[in-house]
C-alpha cells in the first residue's frame, strides 16, 4: 500500500512537474511573441542607443562605476536585438532566467509551499518588470542587474541553508554587498534585504542578533554607496537610482521602485502565504496579475510613444511599404509620423499623387525643423539622406546621437556617419567610424566590406547608393538655411533631374506652403527638364489656380475626372455643410482652403 | 578608481605572464628599408626628457611586434602578440634620463604572414627641455549644436593618469568651456560653466568664486580671457556666437560673432575697465591676451560686414593696444602686427611666449572659427623683427589651432585635426632657442589605439606645472550655493 502511495505520489509530482513545465513554456512563448511581433521595434529602438564595443578599453570605461558591468552585459545581449527574431529569444530568456530565479528564492523561503503558488507569487514581480519594460527607455542594464542581485540572494539563501556559521553569514553578506554594488549598482537593495529577510525568518537566531544583522548589512552598502560617491563625478542621486538603468539618469520610475520592492516583499511574505488555503491563494494570485496587466498595460505600454517607435523602426529598415500600410491604419498627425509618411510616399513615387491622402500640416511635415530629441534628428535625417544632402543628413544623425539621454553612442548613428563621411570623401573619417563598427558583432562584416570599399579607387563612384548621392551633392557654396529649404531643393533637382524624391518634395513644398505662385514656378522648373511631367497634384493644383483666378483650365491639362471633383468640391464648399465636405477632407483643395 | 584598476591588473597579472610566454620571438628575420607606418607618428619627432612612454601601433596587421628603443647603450623593449608597442614606465623613464639631449633609436621588428621582418630604425629625439607636466583639456563632440558629456580633464603627460576636473554629471550636463591657467602661476585658473547660476568659476589656489563679468551695457558674457602675469587682471571677450551649416561637402560649420568687444576685468578692485578703441560697434574685437610683461594687449579686430552671412568677407587683423598695469589704463592708439588679407589670412587666437619674444597665432582664409577650417595653420611673429614663421614642419593639412606655451616657452600644446579632419588631438612641438620648430608630436597613451576608439576632441589644451586643486563636487558645490 505504501509502495502504492509513493508510486502515486510519484505520478502526481511527475505530472506536476510536467504541468509547471508546460507553464513555462507557455510563459515563454508569449514572452517571444510578445518582444518578436507587436514590439519587435521596441527592441530596435534599444539597439540603435547604443555602440557596445568588444574591446578591453570599452570594458574598463564602464567598469569604474557601480553598475558598470551590468552596463556592459546588458549591452551585450541588447546588440542581438539588431535581429528581432534572435533579440526576442534574448529578452525572453533573461524574462524567465528573472523568473525562475524568483521561483527559487520563494522556494527557499517557504519550504512548504505549493510549486502552482509559488509560479504565481514568481509572476508578480515579473509582471511588475515587464510593465517597467515599457518604458522604452528602460535598458537591459537593469535587467541584468537585478538579475544578478536576485542570483547574488539565491546564492546566499543556499549557503545559508547549509547550515554554516554566523561569521560566514556575515562574511558572504559583507563580501557580496561589495561585489554586487560594483557590479550591478544600487540594485543591490534587493540582495541585501532578501538577506535580512533570511536571517529574520530563522527561528534560532536571536531577535537581538536579527536587529544587528539588518543594521550592519544596511549600514554596509549605505558605506559602499558613499565610498563610491567620493571617486565618482556623478550626483548621489545618480547612484541611487542607478546609473544606466533607465536613459534618463536623473529619473527614477515608479515601477522600478514597485519591481524592487516585490523582489524582497514576494518572498518575504511568502511562508505566510504558503499557509493559506490553495483556494484561496492561486485565483487571488492570478486574477490580481490578469487585473493588473489589463489596467496597467495601456499606461505602461502607450500607445502614442510605440506607434513612433514602430514608425522610426520602419524609416531605419527603410520600409517604405511597411510606413504606408502602418499610416493607413493609423492616422499620421505628429511631425515624426507625418514626415515618415510623406518620405515613404515620395521613395515609393507617390509623393506627388497621393500626399493629401493623409493628414498635411505645413511644409514642416515634408522636411521638419531640428529639434534637440534623437527619433526626430535621425528620421529627418533620413530625409535629408534620400534627398541627397547629405551635410545636412551628417547633422542631423550626429545632433541625434549627442541627444540620446543617457549620452550613449549609437550603432545607427555611427554606421550613418560613415556612410556621409564615405559619399563626402572623407575617408580617413569613415576609417574612424568603421573601425569602431568593426568592434561590434552585427556590423563588423558590414564595416569591413566598407572598409575595402574605400580603399578601391573608383569603388565609391561605381556604388549604387554612394556614388548615387555624391553625384547629387549641391556644389554650389553658401550657408545652409531653414527657411529657404524649397531653393535647396530645386538646387538638387537641377544638379539631377534624375533625383525624383527632390523632384517631389519641390512640387508639394509650395502646396504645404499653400504658395501657388510659387508651385507655377517650380512646375516651370520641373516642366523644363521633364515636359511631360504632370502628377495627380499638379492637375489638381492647375485645375484649383483656374478655377479660382476664373480662367478656364487650359484644355487637355488635367484630365475629366479631375475637374469633376473639383467642381464636386466647390459645390460642397460654397454649401459649407459638413457632411458633404467631409469626403473632400482629404484632398489638396480642402487643404488648401481650410487654412485660408 | 586608480586603487581598483591596480586591483584588476594584479589580478590579470598570471594571465599577462601566459600570454608572455607564448609570444613568439623573432627568428629568421629579414631586412626592409621601409619606414614602419606606426600610429601615432613618433619617426623623428623630439619629446621632452619627462614625456611618458611612446607607446604605439603599427598600421599594418600583424601577429607579433619585437620593438626595440635604445640610447647610450641602455635598451628597453616591447615584445607583445598583435601589432601594438607598449613599454615599461620605469624603464622608459631610465631610457629618457640616458637619452637627454641626444637620441633615442627605435627598431620595429614585425611578425606578418608568419615572417619576422626587421624596419629601418628610426629615432626620436629627446630634449632636455622639460614640459609642464599638467596638460588640461575639455573632452568634447565635435558637436553643431546639441552637446552632451562635456569634460574637462587633467593628464599628467609624464604617465599616463589622468583625472576629471569639471564632470557634465556635476553641472547638470550644461556647457563648460575650457580651464585656463595663469602664466605665472598654475594654481590660478578658471573656466566656464555656460547656462542659469553659471559664470566664470575662478579657481584661486583651490578656492574657488564664481565671477559675472556681464554687465549691461556687454554684447554677452565673457568668452574669450586670459590673465596678465601678476593675475591680478583677465582681460576677455564678449561675443554673440552664431553657428552656421555649409552646404558643400568640403565644410561642415561656419561660427562667426555678429558682434563682439574686449574688456578688462581688475580682480584687485572687482572692476571692468573699458577702453572705446577695443568696444567699436562697428568693428568686431575679440581673442584678447597679454604682452609677457602684462603692458600691452594683443587682440584680433575686423570690420563688421554688411551683412551678419557675408563670413568670408571677414578677416582679422592682429593689434596690440598699450595697457598701464599700475593704474589700469589703456594706451590712446594701436597698432597692426600682422594684417588681415582677404581671402587669404584672418588672424585669431594670439598667444604670447612667456619670454615675449615670439606669438603664436592661426590663420584661416577667413572668419573667426579656426577649429571649424581645414585650412587653418598656425603661425609665429618674432615680436622683435617683425618676421613671420609660418611653421611648416608644424602645420597639417588640416585644423591646426588652439595652441598654448609652456611656462618656459621651450614648448607649445596645440590641438590638430590632422588625423581623421574631425578630432582634434592634442600635439606638442619643441622651440629651440633660436625659434626653430621640431615635428610635433601627439600625447602618448597608454593604449596605443585610443584614439581610433575615442570620439571626443581634445578641445583647447593648456599646460600647468602643478596640478589644479579642486575637483568636480567642488565646482558643483560652487555653482549650487550661488544659485542659493
Known sequence: ?596 | MNAMIKIRYILLLPLVCLLAACTPSPENVGETDARPDIYPDYVGVTVPCNIAPLNFMLRDSCEALYVTASSEGYEIKSHRKGNEAIFNLREWRKLMEKARGKAVTVTVTALEGGKWTRYRPFDVNVSVDRIDPYLTYRLIEPDYEVFSRLQIMERNVEDFSERVVCDYNAVGNRCMNCHTHAPGDSDLSFLYVRGEGGGMVLNDHGKLRLLNLKTPDMVSGSVYAQFDPTGRYIVFSTNVIIPAFHSRPDKRLEVFDTKSDVYVYDLQRDEVLRSPLLADSARLETFPTFSADGRGIYYCVADRPARPLDVDSVHYSLCRIGFDPEHGRFGTGTDTIVAGIPGKRSVSHPRVSPDGKRLLYTVADFGTFPIWHREADLQMVDLTTGKIDSLRTVNSGMSDTYHCWSSTGRWFVFASKRDDGLYGKPYFAHVAADGSVSKPFLLPQKSPSFYDENLKSFNVPDLGRTPVSFNPGDVANRINSSKQ
Not at chain 1, 513554456?25 to 564595443?53: D, K, S
Not at chain 1, 568588444?54 to 557601480?66: M, V
Not at chain 1, 558598470?68 to 534572435?86: D, P, S
Not at chain 1, 551628417?394 to 550613449?408: D, H, K, L, T
Open chain 1, 1 to 596: 500500500m505504501a509502495k502504492e502511495n509513493r508510486g502515486g505520489g510519484g505520478v502526481r509530482a511527475s505530472s506536476s512537474r510536467y504541468i509547471l513545465t508546460g507553464i513555462f513554456l507557455a510563459i515563454a512563448a508569449f514572452l517571444y511573441y510578445f518582444w518578436a511581433v507587436p514590439y519587435r521595434a521596441a527592441l530596435g529602438y534599444r539597439e540603435q542607443l547604443q555602440l557596445f564595443q568588444s574591446t578591453g578599453q570599452y570594458l574598463e570605461s564602464l567598469a569604474g562605476r557601480p553598475g558598470g558591468l551590468a552596463t556592459y552585459a546588458g549591452e551585450f545581449l541588447t546588440q542581438f536585438f539588431n535581429n528581432y527574431w534572435i533579440g526576442a529569444a534574448v529578452m525572453t530568456a533573461v524574462l524567465l532566467l528573472f523568473l525562475m530565479l524568483c521561483f527559487l528564492i520563494i522556494r527557499n523561503f517557504a519550504l512548504s509551499i505549493q510549486k502552482y503558488v509559488n509560479l504565481a507569487l514568481s509572476l508578480l514581480p515579473s509582471v511588475a518588470l515587464l510593465l517597467f519594460l515599457g518604458n522604452p527607455d528602460v535598458t537591459m542594464t537593469f535587467l541584468t542587474a537585478l538579475s544578478a542581485a536576485m542570483g547574488g540572494a539565491y546564492l546566499l539563501v543556499i549557503i545559508d541553508s547549509k547550515g554554516v556559521g554566523n561569521t560566514v553569514k556575515y562574511a558572504v553578506m559583507i563580501a557580496g554587498t561589495t561585489l554586487l554594488y560594483w557590479v550591478a549598482g544600487p540594485v543591490t537593495i534587493v540582495f541585501t534585504l532578501l538577506a535580512v529577510a533570511d536571517i529574520c525568518r530563522e527561528k534560532e537566531v536571536s531577535s537581538v542578533w536579527k536587529v544587528v544583522y539588518a543594521l550592519v548589512a544596511v549600514a554596509w552598502l549605505a558605506l559602499n554607496v558613499y565610498i563610491w560617491s567620493l571617486l565618482l563625478p556623478f550626483p548621489l542621486s545618480y547612484q541611487l537610482i542607478g546609473i544606466g538603468y533607465v536613459m534618463h539618469p536623473d529619473s527614477l520610475d515608479a515601477w522600478q521602485v514597485i519591481t524592487e520592492a516585490l523582489c524582497v516583499g514576494v518572498p518575504a511574505a511568502a511562508a505566510y502565504l504558503a499557509r493559506l488555503p490553495l483556494k484561496v491563494t492561486l485565483p487571488s494570485l492570478l486574477a490580481a496579475e490578469v487585473i493588473a496587466l489589463v489596467i496597467l498595460y495601456p499606461k505602461s505600454y502607450d500607445c502614442l510613444t510605440y506607434r513612433l517607435i514602430d514608425y522610426d523602426y520602419m524609416v531605419r529598415a527603410n520600409d517604405w511599404d511597411g510606413i504606408l500600410r502602418y499610416s493607413d491604419k493609423n492616422e499620421p498627425d505628429l511631425p515624426l509620423s507625418v514626415s515618415a509618411t510623406n518620405l515613404a510616399l515620395g521613395m515609393t513615387g507617390q509623393l506627388d499623387s497621393r500626399a493629401f491622402d493623409y493628414f498635411q500640416h505645413s511644409a514642416e511635415g515634408l522636411i521638419p525643423p531640428f529639434v534637440k530629441e534623437t527619433l526626430s534628428s535621425w528620421t529627418t535625417g533620413e530625409i535629408f539622406f534620400q534627398l541627397g544632402m547629405i551635410n545636412s543628413a551628417q547633422r542631423f544623425y550626429f545632433e541625434g546621437m549627442e541627444a540620446i539621454p543617457n549620452c550613449n553612442k549609437s550603432v545607427r548613428a555611427v554606421r550613418r556617419l560613415a556612410e556621409t563621411a564615405i559619399i563626402r570623401g572623407e575617408y580617413t573619417l569613415a576609417e574612424k567610424y568603421l573601425r569602431l563598427l568593426e568592434n561590434t558583432m552585427f556590423y563588423k562584416k558590414w564595416a569591413q566590406r566598407n572598409l575595402a570599399l574605400i580603399r578601391e579607387p573608383d569603388g565609391v563612384e561605381n556604388h549604387p547608393l554612394y556614388g548615387t548621392l555624391r553625384k547629387r551633392m549641391i556644389d554650389e557654396k553658401y550657408l545652409f538655411s531653414e527657411g529657404e529649404l524649397d531653393k535647396t531643393l530645386g538646387q538638387l533637382f537641377i544638379k539631377d533631374s534624375g533625383n525624383n524624391l527632390a523632384k517631389q518634395y519641390l512640387i508639394v513644398y509650395p502646396l504645404l506652403q499653400r504658395d501657388l505662385d510659387k508651385f507655377a514656378q517650380y512646375m516651370g522648373v520641373v516642366a523644363e527638364a521633364q515636359p511631360g511631367y504632370n502628377p495627380l497634384l499638379a492637375q489638381q493644383a492647375l485645375a484649383f489656380i483656374s478655377m479660382r483666378s476664373g480662367q478656364p483650365i487650359p484644355r487637355g491639362a488635367v484630365p475629366a475626372m479631375v475637374e469633376e471633383s473639383l467642381r464636386g468640391f466647390a459645390q460642397a464648399w460654397t454649401s459649407k455643410d459638413p457632411a458633404r465636405i467631409e469626403p473632400y477632407r482629404r484632398t489638396l483643395y480642402h487643404y488648401l482652403l481650410s487654412e485660408e
